[in-house]
């Protein structure tokens, strides 16, 4: 059965620092993976996704992850964050064929807080 | 035009009530799902619709019940409404193809409060 770890509940961060929120997971199928935001009494949006491709993904507001099939992780990064990007960051994976239904299964978030 | 809209977004019941919420998406998806989101964040799958199979979790109470009158609509009706299913509750829907999902998008969300 597949299964998504996000390491980090929390990630406190000063504004224009770089940010790295991990995340692993497990699957004997191939996945497709996703990051989700969610603002504070907001509903979640996708920030991106991997398909299939280049392992690198870009996303809005100028997050990226990278794909990493041998460690199994799928981390989410930006090179300097600003404070109204302190919100609540979900990875999700679904299987792709031989898996589950293809519904997507969440990690348990990270919050991400940025300080002034 | 929201793509997936759900209503109310605020509902306060007292308990062994029956409610409903309702979603729906324009977005011409075939899969509509329930999520409940509890006061840790934590996601957990409720149901998976779509026209030709209605999906459980064996977890969720029989108490919730999905209700789908058209592709577009996916209700949720709770009954006999308990303080343990205080939470927010999230609609979304995806395409699948052959059995592959490319994404989510979830509607608002929806705080009920069981007092």
């Known amino acids: 059965a597949q299964s998504v770890t996000q390491l980090d509940s929390q990630v406190p961060v000063f504004e224009e620092a770089p940010v790295e929120l991990r995340c692993n997971y497990s699957?004997?199928?191939?996945?497709?993976l996703f990051w989700y935001v969610q603002y504070p009494n907001q509903g979640l949006q996708l920030l991106l996704k991997y398909l299939s491709g280049s392992t690198l993904v870009k996303g809005i507001n100028g997050f990226e992850a990278e794909f990493n099939k041998s460690q199994t992780s799928f981390h989410l990064r930006k090179p300097s964050v600003h404070i109204s990007d302190t919100a609540e960051y979900f990875c999700?994976?679904?299987?792709?064929?031989?898996?589950?239904?293809?519904?997507?299964?969440f990690g348990k978030g990270t919050k991400l807080s940025v300080k002034p | 035009d929201t793509a997936v809209s759900q209503t109310p977004k605020y509902l306060v019941t007292q308990m062994g009530n029956d409610k409903s919420i309702k979603c729906e998406q324009n977005l011409g998806h075939d899969t509509m799902y329930w999520y409940k989101q509890d006061s840790k964040k934590f996601l957990k799958i409720m149901f998976s619709y779509n026209n030709k199979e209605l999906i459980i979790n064996e977890t969720v109470p029989n108490r919730f019940s999905p209700k789908s009158p058209d592709k577009a609509h996916l209700n949720l009706h709770i009954n006999s409404l308990e303080l343990g299913d205080s939470a927010v509750y999230f609609c979304?829907?995806?395409?699948?193809?052959?059995?592959?999902?490319?994404?989510?998008?979830f509607g608002s969300g929806t705080r009920l409060t069981v007092v």
């Open positions: 999700a994976v679904s299987e792709g064929y031989g898996g589950s239904q293809g519904n997507l299964i």
């Open positions: 979304a829907s995806s395409q699948k193809s052959r059995g592959l999902n490319y994404g989510y998008t």
């Open positions: 699957s004997s199928v191939s996945v497709y």
